[in-house]
């Protein structure tokens, strides 16, 4: 399985965006999908999981009620409204065959990552 992130560009603050990444193989419901980001100078750090099968979502508290999560049948995505300066990263699909985690050394695959940055 590979992963294929897009999406990502240069927005306003306030403004929004749907990242989305492709599975080039079968995802099984056991599986979770998850997407992180890295900031300039920071570590990466969890954004939102989903349970393949059961579709469970899970946010960090920066992103709640701001970002949602989304999957059909190999494709998982990240609306992302109400983008704020701080939202700049580059954002990373990534897949888990284990089950959820928030901590990016548990994912076994991870796509190439895609920019958003948000002007002020």
């Known amino acids: 399985v590979q992963l294929q992130a897009s999406g990502g560009g240069l927005v306003q603050a306030g403004e929004s965006l749907t990242l989305s990444c492709t599975a080039s193989?079968?995802?099984?419901?056991?599986?979770?999908m998850g997407w992180f980001r890295r900031a300039p100078g920071k570590e990466r750090e969890f954004v939102s999981a989903i349970r393949w099968g059961v579709r469970n979502t899970y946010y960090a508290d920066s992103v709640k009620g701001r970002f949602t999560i989304s999957r059909d049948a190999n494709t998982v995505y990240l609306q992302m409204n109400n983008l704020k300066p701080e939202d700049t990263a580059v954002y990373y699909c990534a897949l888990n065959m284990e089950g959820l985690s928030s901590v990016a050394g548990d994912y076994d695959l991870w796509g190439q990552g895609t920019q958003v940055t948000v002007s002020s």
């Open positions: 193989g079968r995802i099984f419901s056991s599986h979770v």
